[in-house]
């Protein structure tokens, strides 16, 4: 079965930078056609999609509120993949994860454009076990 597992997380100053790591273990073959996602929680609050990237081509999509801070990224022979988060604040601070699952968003518009993947919870069936990341002020 797919297993993923994040790594990187831990306390930096406002300001500062952080990389997340996803490792992946069980795919096979059909690694390229899926999304692999970030989200992130905090207490009370439900997951927010931060970034994805579909395997197959290495397009990326960010939210509006955190293009230019963060950035996704991949390792198509590892199947890893990378969060780069720059510029944090405290407001970043929340537990991360990893998550894949194939692609959702098929139509034809997604044919032309490749905007194959959702950053939405339930799109997702594999997830990691979390990661904390703090920000301090």
């Known amino acids: 079965e797919v297993r993923l597992v994040e790594s990187g997380g831990g306390s930096v100053q406002a300001g500062g930078s952080l990389t997340l790591s996803c490792a992946t273990s069980?795919?096979?073959?059909?690694?390229?056609?899926?999304?692999m996602a970030w989200f992130r929680q905090t207490p009370g609050q439900g997951r927010e999609g931060v970034a994805v990237?579909?395997?197959?081509?290495?397009?990326?999509k960010i939210p509006d509120t955190l293009k230019g801070r963060f950035a996704i990224s991949q390792d198509r022979e590892e199947k890893t993949t990378t969060l780069q988060m720059n510029d944090l604040k405290p407001e970043d601070a929340a537990v991360y994860y990893c998550?894949?699952?194939?692609?959702?968003?098929?139509?034809?518009?997604?044919?032309?454009?490749?905007?194959?993947?959702?950053?939405?919870?339930?799109?997702?069936?594999?997830w990691g076990q979390g990661v904390q990341v703090s920000v301090s002020s």
């Open positions: 998550a894949s699952g194939l692609p959702t968003q098929v139509n034809l518009a997604s044919l032309h454009t490749g905007d194959f993947c959702r950053i939405l919870e339930a799109d997702y069936p594999n």
């Open positions: 069980g795919y096979g073959g059909t690694y390229s056609n899926t999304c």
């Open positions: 990237i579909y395997v197959g081509s290495g397009r990326t």
